[in-house]
């Protein structure tokens, strides 16, 4: 167990105890306990297995390499259209994720063999990103969003360049804007907490 992992917990509003329950099934699987990008994260040699994460609607257990995972309950999701690797599993109550225990720990059992194999997911080639002028344009309106803004990983700014650009309106896109900057300087995605 980690300490930083017990701060985390111990700091947590919502999913605490799904977070909880979701720890005991991951260390119960002999991984190592670390926390990464604000979120326990489990590992094996260095290797990131598991992250157990919460969004305002679910909480989740995600599979660095779940795109190679067998799913035989159709339970693993893909994110977003534009995730190539990782998988979730979502929760929204703990009694669902008692009810998994079993699958949770055989489906954590095979992310182990496939990192101990050393198997890796093909990325296909994205396209450049492209952000819109308007975009670049009231990024650099706020001091310091626009260096803030490009310092993203390539998947938090595409993320961000969707969630702005699907606004309808200028007036809503600048609102959407100002609203995640101060996520933006953390370097967080639009759906991290």
Known sequence: ??????????????????????????????????????????????????????????CAIAFFKG???KDPEQILIQQTENVQSSRQIRFTSLAQIRTLKKVLKAYIAQAIAIEEAGLKVEFKQTSNLVVPKDIQVKL???????????????????????????????????ARIVKSAPKIFEGKGPNEY
Not at 6 to 18: G, M
Not at 20 to 44: M, N, Q
Not at 151 to 166: E, I, M, N
């Open 1 to 58: 167990m980690n300490r930083k992992v017990d701060i985390y917990l111990s700091k947590a509003t919502q999913w605490r105890d799904e977070f909880v329950e979701l720890r005991k099934i991951a260390l119960a699987s002999g991984l190592t306990e670390d926390l990464k990008w604000g979120h326990p994260c489990y590992t094996l040699n260095n290797g990131n297995v598991i992250l157990i994460h919460g969004f305002k609607h679910y």
């Open 67 to 69: 795109a190679l995972m």
């Open 140 to 174: 650099k309106k706020i001091p310091g969003l626009a260096t803030a803004f490009k310092d993203l990983t390539p998947g938090r700014k595409r993320a961000y360049v969707l969630h702005f650009s699907s606004a309808k309106q200028e007036k809503t896109m600048e």
